[in-house]
């Protein structure tokens, strides 16, 4: 019987010191180098959770296609939609090098295991919604995801560029329709209003728990995966909506929300980290019915993914055939 005897101590720690280097120098650690458990697993929880996101987060809007004022918003609707499916499937491609498959991926999601962004279980009650995710949700997903196309691991870096490329379209495209409705009747006005104080609060807690409270934050900042901590994002996601919100003619409905002149930012009201904490644990609007339809969704794209491997093997298998005579 042949046992594998444990590398020696120092072709581990000469491992962990070229990994280290990498980090230290900026440079980019690719899926066929040598990783930490804890860098791997820190990756795959928080690469497949981005992914999920994406993909629930195509119901909300989704929602609305049919209900779109016009074509042109249907089709500018359904494209952005589309845009998401495709951000999915960029990051499970790039998670699945870290050595987990799409399957398991998809059996953490659909079994309730894994998590997504709480903003995806808050409903979509008029068209003016479509204009406030793509002005505070996408915003806040550009000021989180912009640093990630500089993160250490390659494949999720890399995966980002074009992501936030499309993601900012997104936010212009949420932006007009809420210049539109704010240039529009009293009652357009007033649904635009509406869904910005209903949209706010939730696209602030986008970025998570304050750094206090945030378990992972300052581990993947040390690996350079992140680059700025939770607070430090949310702070700038609010230096960018203030004269945003000035142009479009809405209120940001923080009433304590003030310039400080000695830190040179703004002074937030206080989050509501409980309603944060009972949405991301499955107790939100709309939780149940996300999954529900996740489920529902997968269950029956279930014959696709059979006919799929059936064409897969019959070709494999005459390839096999065609090479067997032709050496024959």
């Not at 704010?182 to 609060?201: C, I, K, L, N, S």
């Not at 939730?202 to 970025?207: A, K, Q, V, Y």
Request: aromatic share 8%; hydrophobic share 40%; net charge negative.
């Amino acid at each position: 019987m042949t046992t594998t005897q444990p590398a020696p101590a120092h072709e581990a720690s000469a491992e962990q010191q070229r990994f280290d280097e990498l980090i230290a120098s900026d440079s980019r650690v690719e899926p066929t180098d040598w990783m930490p458990d804890d860098y791997r697993r820190s990756l795959i929880r928080q690469m497949s959770q981005h992914a999920h996101s994406e993909i629930i987060g195509m119901q909300p809007e989704a929602n609305w296609i049919t209900r779109a004022p016009s074509l042109k918003r249907k089709a500018i609707l359904m494209a952005k939609v589309q845009d998401e499916a495709g951000h999915g499937l960029y990051l499970y491609s790039a998670t699945q090098t870290l050595g987990i498959t799409r399957d398991e991926m998809t059996e953490q999601l659909i079994t309730g295991r894994a998590r997504y962004s709480s903003i995806f279980n808050y409903p979509t009650l008029s068209w003016a919604d479509m204009g406030a995710i793509g002005w505070l949700v996408d915003g806040a997903a550009i000021c989180n995801q912009v640093p990630l196309c500089r993160a250490s691991f390659a494949p999720y870096g890399r995966a980002m560029v074009r992501i936030c490329k499309e993601e900012s379209f997104h936010q212009r495209q949420g932006f007009e329709i809420l210049l539109a409705l704010m240039r529009g009747t009293p009652e357009q006005q007033r649904m635009a209003q509406d869904a910005v104080d209903r949209w706010y609060w939730p696209s602030l807690m986008m970025f998570g728990p304050p750094d206090d409270d945030s378990p992972n934050s300052a581990r993947s900042m040390a690996w350079k995966i992140k680059r700025f901590s939770n607070d430090d994002l949310r702070q700038r996601f609010v230096g960018m909506l203030v004269p945003q919100a000035e142009v479009l003619g809405v209120t940001l409905p923080d009433p304590d929300l003030r310039w400080n002149e000695e830190r040179q930012a703004y002074d937030l009201g206080a989050i509501d980290w409980t309603e944060f904490h009972e949405v991301l644990s499955g107790r939100g609007p709309c939780n149940a019915q996300r999954l529900q339809r996740r489920r529902e969704a997968h269950e029956d794209g279930a014959w696709v993914r059979e006919a799929a491997a059936a064409y897969a093997a019959k070709q494999s298998a005459s390839g096999a055939g065609s090479g067997g005579e032709a050496a024959a």
